[in-house]
């Protein structure tokens, strides 16, 4: 009887050690329904995650849990954490994103880390930003060769080695499909009271010219350029002091309607030609009389020919002479304008062909009408200290005027 007691009273002291133990504040607390917040860049918009790997590290023991994939919540990604024990944590991810970008599409590779991150009951939504990468910049106008070259004879080259570079000034990698130059329809030289003004809403255009592509084609890396020729031929078949433009990645190629005006069809990839005021071929204006800019079109070729013509009634004034004129051409809304660059000369300037907010100032190459030291020179776009393009929306700040050409090495 007293052995029976006894015993009972040890099983009883037992049981109630074992229940003190599995109670105490030892034990560890398990974190259930953790989340982590992806929040994507707010500087770009329609953004899709493309690939994914996460980590999260516990500091105390070093135990590494691969997190889940994420789900698209709102703006945002949302990753499920799997059940884990409170306290200290490093996360890391990694993956790829594309984006659009001021009507771009583009696409970067990002890593971001969060160490000593605190993981409780109270606490375990997490957020981390996917701002290791810079969206700033776009694509910009590098350089313009307009002047065109000249002969050993020193004559103007006629063959057509005029071209544009644009160049993606940030640091993830931009689609350039869709991208257009143009040439502005109204002179620097010669300004006139149009009616109606469009220019603080859209610039009016003599040229357009597209880079064709289905939206991701024509990838150019961060710092990269790509490289449009009026005739993308090596020139230097027909005039030694020009150079090859063999290489351009594209070309501005017309089938005229003369026989007397041909265009040779060089290696480049033809631009998709949406509207030119000449029905042969198409050149720069080599004395720097027009406006340039690339836009992104929103729309499509037939939309915009159909609803974007441009009719400006002017008076036109010779001495004492003047008469009523209208100019019919076409417009593209400042909206879809990446940048614009004014051209001009100092004896004959009158006043840029932009809004201010687009291009507040202008470059040139020569100084006065006709200029024959204006042959083999171009505007280059100046850098800063870390290599990037400046862009102050002011060409006369942003631009070299009278630079060597890059293509001109000798």
């Not at 009273?9 to 917040?37: E, H, N, Q, R, Y």
């Not at 300004?191 to 040229?207: G, H």
């Not at 070309?251 to 003369?258: A, G, I, L, R």
């Not at 441009?310 to 036109?316: D, S």
């Amino acid at each position: 009887m007293k052995k029976t007691f006894l015993l009972s009273i040890v099983m009883l002291f037992a049981v109630s050690a074992t229940f003190v133990s599995c109670s105490s504040d030892d034990d560890p607390i398990f974190v259930k329904d953790g989340t982590l917040t992806l929040e994507m860049p707010i500087n770009v918009t329609d953004v899709v995650l493309n690939s994914f790997e996460g980590t999260i590290t516990n500091v105390q023991s070093g135990a590494v849990v691969a997190l889940a994939n994420p789900v698209k919540s709102g703006e945002n990604y949302l990753v499920a954490i799997p059940e884990l024990v409170a306290g200290n944590y490093n996360i890391a991810v990694k993956g790829n994103i594309s984006f659009v970008k001021d009507g771009i599409d583009g696409t970067t590779s990002f890593e971001a880390n969060s160490d000593g991150v605190v993981l409780s009951e109270t606490v375990h939504e997490l957020k981390m930003a996917i701002n290791s990468f810079k969206a700033e910049g776009g694509f910009v106008i590098s350089e313009i060769f307009f002047t065109g070259t000249t002969t050993p004879e020193d004559k103007q080259y006629s063959g057509g080695d005029a071209y544009i570079i644009i160049t993606n000034n940030s640091d993830v990698t931009l689609y350039a499909d869709s991208i257009a130059v143009l040439e502005s329809q109204f002179m620097t030289t010669d300004k006139q009271d149009y009616t109606p003004n469009v220019m603080n809403e859209a610039f009016s255009v003599e040229a357009v010219y597209m880079i064709p592509g289905n939206g991701r084609s024509v990838a150019v890396e961060p710092g990269k350029s790509l490289t449009l020729a009026i005739n993308a031929i090596d020139h230097r078949e027909a005039n030694p002091n020009s150079f090859d433009l063999s290489g351009a990645d594209f070309e501005f190629y017309d089938e005229s309607s003369n026989p007397k005006f041909t265009d040779p069809d060089g290696p480049a990839t033809n631009l998709d030609k949406w509207y030119c005021y000449t029905a042969t071929v198409y050149g720069f204006h080599n004395r720097g009389f027009r406006s340039m800019a690339i836009a992104r079109m929103q729309t499509s070729k037939e939309n915009w020919l159909e609803n974007y013509a441009y009719t400006a009634a002017y008076t036109w004034t010779f001495n004492e002479y003047s008469f009523d004129r209208t100019v019919d051409t076409y417009k593209v809304p400042n909206a879809w304008i990446l940048d614009a660059v004014n051209l001009s000369v100092e004896s004959e300037f009158q006043w840029i062909v932009t809004s201010p907010a687009l291009d507040a100032g202008w470059t040139y190459c020569g100084k006065v009408d006709k200029d024959q030291t204006r042959y083999n020179k171009a505007v280059i776009r100046k850098k800063d200290a870390d290599g990037k393009y400046i862009d102050t929306n002011n060409s006369t700040n942003d631009f070299e005027p009278e630079a060597k050409p890059s293509y001109l090495i000798n």
